[in-house]
């Protein structure tokens, strides 16, 4: 398996944030709260692309709804 493979299961803040519909800088905030899993690689934040789908079919990106992965 290459580095490659690994990489495309994984999404970066730019595409969390077009797959929520809101602002990067609440990605990271969201992240940064604990509440969407993510790791670090370098200096980038990486989601793995099934909780990403998970977290997005629960979540509501209107101000004052909660979003919970579980």
Known sequence: MSKD???ENYAGVAE???RLNI???????LI???KLPAIKF??????EKAT????????DPRPG?????F
């Open 23 to 29: 602002h990067p800088e609440s990605v990271r905030r």
């Open 5 to 7: 493979d690994l990489i």
């Open 52 to 59: 990403l789908d998970q977290y997005a079919s629960r979540y």
């Open 32 to 34: 940064r709260q604990g």
């Open 42 to 47: 370098g200096n980038k934040w990486l989601v």
């Open 16 to 18: 969390v944030s077009k």
């Open 65 to 69: 709804n909660k979003a919970t992965l």
